[in-house]
């Protein structure tokens, strides 16, 4: 059972690419935070690594007593672009949430993401992204930990083609 001055969740809205920024400063303030990260694969100039990326890119949870704290505070700190309201009142978040998002926390503190279902051998996908963007074509396998091969009908042929597994999805 929730007491009357048990602080409760809200989102705060950061400026762009400023989530950290946002936290460091409402944490300074005394505010509880927390901003859910994963670990993303990033290919760069032959380069691969894992990078922290925000799990909601512009949004933090921020705990507030609104019996003991100053919420309106919050609105002026730096890196933040505002506390989401309904109307002239912080919006609640649900109970629940943000310990949900904790349970999922790997022994670093990063989200686990579900794995993505796996494709069948000539499932029909569609391209998200990409100078492929909206075609479809055939799953063909698995090019690496990471890359897809699917064919797609081109010039009255089948084409090969090698696609990050996150820019297809079942058609």
């Known amino acids: 059972m929730r007491m009357a001055n048990d ?4 989102v705060v809205q950061a400026q ?3 989530e950290t920024r946002a936290a ?9 935070i927390y901003l859910p990260r994963y670990l993303r694969l990033r290919r760069h100039a032959r380069k691969v690594e894992f990078i922290a990326k925000p799990l909601f890119p512009r949004y933090l949870f921020v ?4 019996a003991t704290q100053r919420w309106r505070a919050i609105q002026s700190t730096q ?4 506390l989401v309201c309904n109307g002239d009142d912080p919006a609640v978040v649900p109970d629940g949430v943000v310990s949900a998002l904790k349970k999922r926390e790997d022994d670093r503190g990063f989200v686990r993401l579900d794995a993505r279902r796996a494709f069948v051998p000539g499932d029909k996908v569609r391209v ?10 055939l799953f ?16 009255g042929r089948k084409v090969r083609v090698l696609l990050d597994a996150n820019m297809v999805v079942i058609a």
């Open 24 to 32: 460091q400063n409402l944490q300074c303030q005394s505010y509880e």
């Open 7 to 10: 602080p409760r969740w809200y």
């Open 63 to 66: 705990a507030i007593d609104m």
């Open 140 to 155: 063909n396998g698995m090019a690496d930990h990471d890359r897809v091969s699917i064919l797609l009908d081109m010039l």
């Open 79 to 82: 890196g933040v672009s505002r």
């Open 128 to 137: 998200l992204t990409g100078a492929f963007m909206d075609n479809t074509g």
């Open 16 to 18: 762009q690419n400023c």
